[in-house]
């Protein structure tokens, strides 16, 4: 008699099944063994040979971590991309990951030009659901919305973001610089007031800088206003230049120049 015990995972013997032939012969146990657990008591398990199928691995616990059809992180129609406006977004909702272990998240990204890295606002906690989040324009460039999904049961961590499209906010520009007066004269300790006049153009976020470009005056107010007074050292002709700039203009700075025939 043949007795054969299989390898764990084939459905057939292979070249590494051990074979055991009349197991008990010629003892006392052999009737008794080969109507009981006889295989067991006599047969080695050995590794699989080639035929050797591994079993599948388990199933996942928990479903992929993912953004749920249509559900992705979206901006509202009525949003107007212009500096000095609050916009809306509408976050993200995804599906999978342990529930447990999950969290969300959403920002804003700003960038100057399409060149540049984005800067980030910071992450809000959030929920699993179509949530708003405001934003408030301050700068011009290109701007988007984020969500994102973190499951920390996972090593690594898993983590998706659903970013909306790109939406580019508008450069303003400064308008036409003059000096007022354009043209003057003055005697020698004399004293001037002079102002730089914007004509034109949208950009409400205008610093000014005044300099004495040539001849000799000392400068009497700050010279970060848009006015300032002047008095002359020296006679001889004396350029007097205001430079007006803006960080959100796209032709920022603009300058001019006021000219004083000092007089002894």
């Given at each position: 008699?043949t007795?054969?015990?299989?390898?764990?995972?084939t459905?057939?013997?292979?070249?590494?099944?051990?074979?055991?032939?009349?197991?008990g012969?010629?003892?006392k146990?052999?009737r008794t063994?080969?109507?009981?657990?006889y295989?067991?008591?006599y047969?080695?398990t050995?590794?699989?040979?080639?035929?050797?199928v591994?079993?599948?691995?388990?199933?996942?616990?928990?479903?992929?971590?993912?953004?749920?059809?249509?559900?992705?992180?979206?901006?509202?129609?009525?949003?107007v991309?212009?500096?000095?406006?609050?916009?809306?977004?509408?976050?993200?909702?995804?599906?999978?990951?342990n529930?447990?272990?999950?969290t969300y998240?959403?920002r804003?990204?700003?960038?100057?030009?399409?060149?540049?890295?984005?800067?980030?606002?910071?992450?809000?906690?959030?929920?699993?659901?179509?949530?708003?989040?405001?934003y408030?324009?301050?700068?011009?460039?290109?701007?988007?919305?984020?969500?994102?999904?973190?499951?920390?049961?996972?090593?690594?961590?898993?983590?998706?973001?659903s970013?909306?499209?790109?939406?580019?906010?508008?450069?303003?520009?400064?308008?036409?610089?003059?000096?007022?007066?354009?043209?003057?004269?003055?005697?020698v300790?004399?004293?001037k007031?002079?102002?730089?006049?914007v004509?034109g153009?949208?950009?409400?976020?205008l610093?000014?800088?005044?300099?004495?470009r040539?001849?000799n005056?000392q400068?009497?107010?700050?010279?970060?206003q848009?006015s300032?007074?002047?008095?002359?050292?020296?006679?001889?002709?004396t350029?007097?230049q205001?430079?007006?700039?803006?960080?959100?203009?796209?032709?920022?700075p603009?300058s001019?120049?006021?000219f004083?025939?000092?007089?002894?």
């Amino acid at each position: 008699m043949t007795h054969e015990k299989l390898v764990a995972g084939t459905m057939s013997p292979t070249r590494y099944t051990k074979i055991i032939r009349n197991p008990g012969a010629g003892t006392k146990y052999n009737r008794t063994y080969q109507e009981t657990d006889y295989v067991s008591r006599y047969t080695k398990t050995v590794a699989g040979g080639k035929d050797y199928v591994p079993p599948a691995p388990p199933e996942p616990e928990f479903e992929e971590l993912k953004v749920a059809p249509n559900g992705g992180a979206n901006l509202i129609a009525e949003n107007v991309y212009e500096i000095g406006q609050s916009v809306n977004a509408k976050t993200a909702v995804f599906t999978g990951g342990n529930p447990e272990t999950t969290t969300y998240h959403s920002r804003w990204q700003l960038r100057r030009t399409s060149s540049d890295v984005w800067e980030n606002s910071s992450w809000m906690n959030t929920t699993n659901e179509k949530n708003d989040h405001n934003y408030f324009i301050g700068k011009p460039g290109q701007l988007r919305f984020q969500s994102q999904a973190r499951d920390t049961s996972d090593d690594p961590v898993t983590q998706v973001i659903s970013s909306t499209s790109i939406k580019d906010v508008p450069f303003t520009e400064i308008g036409t610089v003059t000096i007022a007066p354009d043209s003057t004269s003055a005697s020698v300790m004399g004293s001037k007031t002079f102002t730089a006049v914007v004509t034109g153009g949208d950009a409400t976020d205008l610093t000014y800088k005044w300099t004495v470009r040539s001849g000799n005056a000392q400068l009497d107010t700050p010279d970060n206003q848009s006015s300032v007074t002047y008095t002359f050292i020296r006679d001889g002709q004396t350029q007097i230049q205001c430079a007006v700039a803006s960080a959100n203009s796209s032709n920022s700075p603009q300058s001019n120049i006021g000219f004083v025939l000092v007089n002894a």
